[in-house]
């Protein structure tokens, strides 16, 4: 027999029961900050997976007109990309040419309409001392200019793990994989609980403590529902891929900025594609292998 999809009073309670009060109480008060931000509509909405196309139709439009009245746009769009048959996305970055400068950061985070003033992204570039594989020693805060001399530069972001941690942990079923490989956030679902976030052993979630500032005329207007929507505070977010994008047959914003080329993206079915001639071609590894979680994130050197 299926089990239901545990409500949000259910994931409280066992929360409640399982942390005792005081880390209950810490666990769950972005909460407080979280309903003020959605109406009583999208607390009591039910998971994405159990919309149908009506009850969907209604969540998307709610969503899209709200944020039109709140960023003063009426070019905002959001919509639902769903994945596509015979498709499973990969990602190969080649750690020989990439120079550490960050574009694909800032295109991150101007794509994924993210929080200007913390300047938020999903990728951290890490800089590492060449010959070193220590992420633990890499450093993200450096200001000189790059590439410098007997450093690598080794850009990390969400690895949409096969075996991803992050899900199995999510008390209400919030954050799953998709057919495509994609990992995904419902964040009108999500309770802010972090548990996917200390899960994860790439540190590529991040958590919202207070709503995102953009300015109106910074807004991506293109969005998705389970991709770059502005998200509320109070909930766990993450890289998808740019499944806004990579679903409508377009290539990651990060990708695109990328100006030596190190990025590789694409259909890892597909026998022709260029993530599959890498994987075919190259020495590729993947990061912490010896936790089984089966990254779709591949690196890679030319010798």
């Known amino acids: ?103 694909c950061a800032e295109a991150c985070h101007e794509e994924n309409n993210h929080d200007r003033r913390t300047h938020q992204s999903y990728i951290r570039v890490l800089e590492m001392e060449q010959g070193s594989f220590d992420m633990s020693a ?43 490989g994609i990992v995904v956030v419902d964040y009108d679902w999500c309770i802010g609980c972090r548990y996917c976030e200390a899960a994860c052993p790439y540190h ?32 766990v977010e993450k890289c998808t891929f740019c499944l806004h994008r990579t679903r409508a047959g377009r290539l990651p914003a990060c990708l695109e900025a990328c100006p030596t080329g190190a990025r590789v993206f694409g259909n890892l079915l597909d026998p022709n594609s260029d993530i599959r001639r890498v994987l075919e071609n190259k020495r590729v590894f993947v990061l912490k292998e010896e936790l089984g979680t089966r990254p779709r994130f591949f690196y890679f050197f030319d010798k």
């Open 1 to 103: 027999m299926t089990t239901p999809n545990p409500s949000r009073r259910v994931a409280l309670k066992v929360l409640g029961a399982t942390l005792g009060a005081g880390a209950f109480a810490r666990a769950v008060a972005p909460l407080t900050e979280w309903t003020k931000e959605l109406s009583l509509d999208a607390f009591l909405q039910k998971n994405y997976r159990e919309l149908d196309r009506t009850e969907l139709d209604a969540v998307l439009a709610r969503h899209q007109q709200a944020a039109r009245e709140k960023y003063q746009r009426d070019d905002i769009v959001i919509e639902d990309y769903r994945p596509q048959e015979g498709v499973e996305f990969g990602y190969a970055l080649n750690l020989s040419v990439c120079i550490g400068c960050r574009r």
């Open 138 to 180: 890499g450093r993200v805060d450096y200001e000189h200019a790059v590439p410098a001399p007997g450093k690598y530069y080794m850009p990390v972001q969400c690895q949409q793990c096969d075996n991803a941690p992050c899900v199995k942990v999510c008390p209400v079923q919030a954050t799953w994989k998709e057919r495509d």
């Open 204 to 235: 590529a979630r991040r958590f919202n403590w207070s709503a995102p500032e953009i300015p109106s005329e910074e807004i991506n207007p293109n969005q998705g529902y389970l991709s770059n929507r502005v998200r509320p505070a109070g909930v």
